[in-house]
């Protein structure tokens, strides 16, 4: 098939590259679990990854800044008695991250500005509630203190962390293990793909199933599903023959997938991440040595590949930067992390641009780290759109503010009084920003004078 004219996109010359050696994270000792997870979260302050332990599970967390060798005796976050399966920090606070271990619990815990000092093990809040081990971790994007998980007991539960406790149940709706869990942008929407050969859209309210899809890949082996803008659905699966291929669906018209694409015969497990800014979608594969990203569009045949970054080393798994946390001056993209057997890479994913100014085309208002409605709220029925940021100045970052509050004496009781506290912590925390606003002002100014003495 001779393809007449090239398609016009600003995301046709996307490249991907490895930063330097010094600024990689080294000796570390990833996870050797076999499990289909990141492995990895990141945001603008933190790595953290799933390590090696002996008796129980645990992971590290590394300010982003502590790049280099890390030392064999650097504290990590160990209070599981199993093996850590999935983390993910949370969109609403940068010091908050959830963990899932084979031991049937969800820990939350919360890191101290400036990393760890000590080794971890009290959790702020444990959840119980699985009988088999959590795989899956998903914070909810819009609603404060909202989190996903499933387990290989074939439960979705909805956790209200401030009061520790399951909010909604899912236990009835899959009959095997569940291969990926996620929202959709404003978290009104679940959707989920099965052992059993299905895909689901569900009410995560009332856990019931709104669409499904039988058998969106013909192969026997793990699917995972993601939304994509206007409600769409991105999948990646295998056909029978063990190929690996990414469609896109409808789930207005189930039927027919909107496209299916073959890719390659390789064996593991393409995790999508998507990038609603953008409408890029990058497939990275557990023990591959690429990312293959698309563009995702309107018209046929609605994903376009774009690209391929390759390296030597093939990736054990893989950590996403939010938009807030990427360099705008630097036309950057997106920023991957990813896991090799004793270090973590980043990986930047770059626009070739001549100009230095801001670029508005690739950087729409994207969602920033306020929660638009309370976890009350949200289970009580209200949605909330999120709320987004501009990128033109740099993202400063103020989510000390929406301060994650949770006391052993509000567990299962009412959490109103959390508001008061809030009022006064964001008039202290407003005048620690005008604070370090001025000490970077007068560090600037110091500089610029050693430079002038040192000329004249």
């Given at each position: 098939?001779s393809?007449?004219?090239v398609?016009?996109?600003?995301f046709?010359h996307?490249?991907?590259q490895a ?6 994270y080294?000796d570390?000792?990833?996870?050797q679990?076999?499990w289909?997870?990141?492995?990895c979260?990141v ?12 008796g129980g599970?645990?992971?590290m967390v590394?300010?982003?800044t ?11 976050v ?10 993910e920090f ?13 031991d049937c619990s969800?820990?939350?815990?919360e890191?101290p ?20 081990r959590?795989g899956?971790l ?13 387990g ?6 909805l ?8 909010a909604v149940?899912?236990?009835s709706?899959h009959t095997d293990?569940i ?8 978290g009104s929407r ?9 895909m689901?859209?569900?009410?995560p309210r009332k856990?019931?199933?709104?669409f499904?899809?039988e ?10 599903a ?11 699966g ?8 990414v ?15 073959e890719?390659?015969t ?7 991440f998507f990038?609603?800014d953008?409408?890029v979608v990058?497939?990275c ?15 046929a045949?609605?994903v ?9 080393e ?5 950590g996403y ?8 001056n630097?036309?950057?993209i ?5 896991l ?8 930047v ?8 100014l ?9 969602i920033?780290?306020?929660p638009?409605?309370e ?8 949605d909330?759109?999120p709320?987004?940021i501009?990128?033109?100045d ?5 989510t000390?503010a929406?301060?994650f509050k949770v006391?052993?004496?509000l ?9 008061n506290?809030?009022d006064?912590?964001?008039e ?6 005008e604070?370090n606003d001025?000490k970077a002002?007068?560090e ?5 004078v050693s430079?002038?003495e040192?000329?004249?």
């Open positions: 098939m393809r007449k004219v398609r016009t996109s600003k046709r996307v490249f991907g930063v330097k050696a010094d600024q990689c080294d570390i000792r990833i996870s679990m076999t289909d997870s990141n492995f979260s945001n603008p302050k933190f790595v953290a990854m799933i390590v090696d332990a002996s599970g645990a992971f590394l300010p982003l502590k790049t280099g060798r890390i030392d064999m005796s650097y504290p990590t160990c209070g599981h008695t199993g093996p850590v399966l999935d983390i949370c969109p609403h606070n940068d010091n908050i991250i959830a963990s899932g271990s084979e969800v820990m939350i815990w890191i500005d400036g990393g760890l000092t000590t080794s971890l093990t009290e959790p702020v809040v444990k959840l119980d509630g699985h009988s088999k959590v899956i998903s914070w909810h994007p819009t609603a404060h203190n909202v989190l996903m998980s499933a290989c007991d074939n439960v979705v539960i956790w209200n962390v401030a009061r520790g406790e399951a149940r899912i236990d709706v293990l291969y990926s869990a996620c929202w959709n942008r404003d679940i959707l989920t793909a099965c052992k059993d050969k299905t689901r859209v569900l009410d856990g019931t199933v709104l499904e899809r058998k969106p890949h013909e192969g026997s082996r793990p699917i995972r993601v939304f994509v803008n206007d409600g769409k659905i991105l999948t990646t295998f056909s029978r023959m063990s190929e690996r291929q469609a896109l669906w409808d789930p207005k018209n189930f039927g027919e997938p909107l496209t299916l694409q890719l390659d390789s064996s593991g497990v393409l995790l999508p990038d609603p953008t409408g990058y497939l594969g557990k023990g591959d040595s690429s990312i293959r990203y698309f563009e995702v569009t309107e018209e045949p609605y376009h590949y774009l690209s391929m970054y390759s390296s030597k093939s990736q054990k798994g893989m930067m939010p938009k807030r946390g990427l360099e705008v630097k036309c950057e997106a920023r991957f992390y990813k090799h057997e004793r270090k973590c890479e980043p990986v994913m770059t626009v070739p641009r001549k100009s230095d801001f670029q508005e085309d690739l950087y729409p208002d994207t920033g780290p306020e638009s409605v976890a009350d709220e949200w289970f009580e029925g209200k909330g759109q709320i987004l501009s990128l033109k740099g993202f400063v970052a103020t000390k929406k301060e006391h052993k004496s567990m299962k009781t009412t959490t109103t009084s959390a508001g506290q809030q006064s912590s964001g202290v925390q407003s005048l620690k920003k604070v001025l002002a007068i600037v100014l110091t500089k610029r430079e002038l040192s000329k004249h």
